[in-house]
């Protein structure tokens, strides 16, 4: 059965976000949202790109809500993600009751951070359906030119119109498609993780997915074509993916392997300034390659595994230590490698957990059947709506996405699809 963004919100403990909506009187219902339960002042941030596309319907709904508006507006630039931009966000806002950021990932970043800084709530419009992190309780800033995700207060409240989200670039809505559908590969991981390592598993984050995933896969082709149906069908998959984390606890239900191919990358941009993409760009394509990895961990034969030589067969340690000193250096190498050793194991352990795949392998391949797509499927979805499929298509190093592939897996404390399949020998 559907589960609508009223009734996600019903099912999450413990949680701040009060309301959560998609139509096209989406400033209007913000703005009676603001009036009747956080105030009378409030910190616009915006830039100039989102607010010539959203910024007539939002602020006149503000006004004749009669608000008292402040403005935050930066420049047609891309903004550099910054704590200190977050810190200025906050400086604006000492004297406002909310803050309402009018944009997509960053602008609503620095709302956030703004105000879980200053102990006020934040309201977000969003201005496009990139990425499914609008509800999500972390800010992804830069401190000291890293980019660091940082626990904060979710938002109050999200609205979107898809009128509006219709204005911003194509590749932004299709980028938005990828992130939606990388939850075929990362609820696969989630589940192994489940059994093959004990993790925590929620059916009930998973339920927030049931039947969403088919609509987006319909309404990918008129997301490519900017129909407002479909964008609205995108922004109600995008908000509810982002609660079943919040419902989760955890991110798990959304993000695995390919998440980590895409924060590879990043990293690789903000240590060494190489080109990087769209989130949900890199995510796509990361998506495809673990779909993959899943598909052949799918057709295999278990009866023909071999713990002993496959577990004796894996990296050494020492390799291991070379290869993220190699790619992060001294000052980073420590902090990444300390996240790999929480999740790596001893020899024994590693065949332990070969054989422990074996003996289940039915048991966890039915599991995941729940949530994998064929590659192809969700390939051809992602080119429908337009965005990229292969890495050489990134605006982003095509050897550096090889390169992640090996190695985006030690690079964060997550059991996923790249660790199976290294186990697995596969890949
Ligand atoms: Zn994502």
């Known amino acids: 059965m559907k589960t609508t963004l009223a009734d996600a919100i019903q099912q999450i403990d413990r949680q701040p976000i009060q309301a959560c909506y998609v139509g096209t009187d989406a400033a209007e219902r913000l703005a009676a949202f603001?009036?009747?339960r956080l105030g009378a002042a409030c910190l616009v941030v915006a830039d100039e790109n989102t607010l010539a596309a959203g910024g007539d319907r939002l602020l006149r709904a503000l006004s004749a809500a009669h608000r008292k508006i402040v403005h935050k507006t930066y420049g047609a630039e891309p903004l550099d993600a910054t704590?200190?931009?977050?810190?200025?966000?906050?400086?604006?806002?000492q004297d406002v009751d909310v803050i309402v950021a009018l944009g997509s990932g960053t602008l609503c970043d620095l709302a956030k951070h703004a105000g879980t800084q200053l102990d006020k709530p934040s309201v977000l419009y969003a201005t496009a359906a990139s990425m499914n992190g609008y509800t999500s309780g972390i800010t992804a800033l830069k401190v000291r030119g890293l980019k660091r995700t940082t626990p904060c207060d979710p938002a109050a409240a999200v609205f979107a119109d898809p009128e509006v989200v219709a204005t911003?670039?194509?590749?932004?809505?299709?980028?938005?498609?990828?992130?939606?559908?990388?939850?075929?590969?990362?609820a696969s991981d989630w589940r192994a993780a489940h059994y093959l390592r004990d993790e925590y598993y929620s059916p009930k984050a998973m339920a927030f997915y049931e039947g969403t995933v088919e609509r987006v896969l319909d309404a990918a082709p008129g997301v490519g074509r900017t129909e407002t149906d479909a964008l609205a069908v995108l922004l109600e998959a995008l908000l509810l993916?982002?609660?079943?984390?919040?419902?989760?606890?955890?991110?798990s239900p959304a993000s695995g392997g390919?998440?980590?191919?895409?924060?590879?990358?990043?990293?690789?941009?903000a240590l060494y300034g190489t080109p990087h993409d769209l989130h949900g760009a890199q995510v796509g394509v990361g998506t495809l390659h673990c779909l993959g990895l899943w598909e052949r961990i799918l057709a295999m034969d278990p009866a023909l595994l071999d713990a002993d030589a496959l577990a004796a067969a894996q990296?050494?340690?020492s390799a291991i230590r070379e290869w993220i000193?190699?790619?992060?250096?001294?000052?980073?190498?420590?902090?990444?490698?300390?996240q790999w050793q929480l999740k790596a194991l001893p020899p024994e352990a590693l065949r332990g957990e070969i054989a422990r795949f074996a003996a289940g392998a039915d048991t966890v391949r039915n599991s995941v059947r729940q949530d994998y797509l064929p590659p192809a499927t969700v390939a051809d979805a992602i080119r429908a709506a337009g965005g990229p499929v292969s890495p050489e298509e990134l605006n982003a190093p095509?050897?550096?996405?090889?390169?992640?592939?090996?190695r985006a897996r030690f690079i964060r404390n997550r059991f996923t699809v790249l660790d199976l399949a290294a186990e697995l020998g596969i890949g």
């Open 83 to 93: 704590e200190d931009l977050g810190n200025e966000v906050a400086a604006a806002a």
């Open 398 to 406: 095509a050897d550096e996405f090889q390169k992640a592939v090996k």
């Open 325 to 338: 000193e190699e790619d992060w250096g001294p000052a980073v190498a420590h902090e990444v490698l300390s």
């Open 168 to 186: 911003a670039p194509r590749r932004m809505a299709a980028a938005g498609v990828a992130d939606f559908l990388s939850k075929c590969s990362s």
């Open 34 to 36: 603001v009036s009747d």
């Open 241 to 251: 993916s982002g609660l079943s984390m919040l419902s989760a606890g955890s991110s």
């Open 315 to 317: 990296p050494q340690e």
């Open 258 to 269: 390919e998440h980590l191919l895409s924060h590879y990358l990043d990293m690789k941009s």
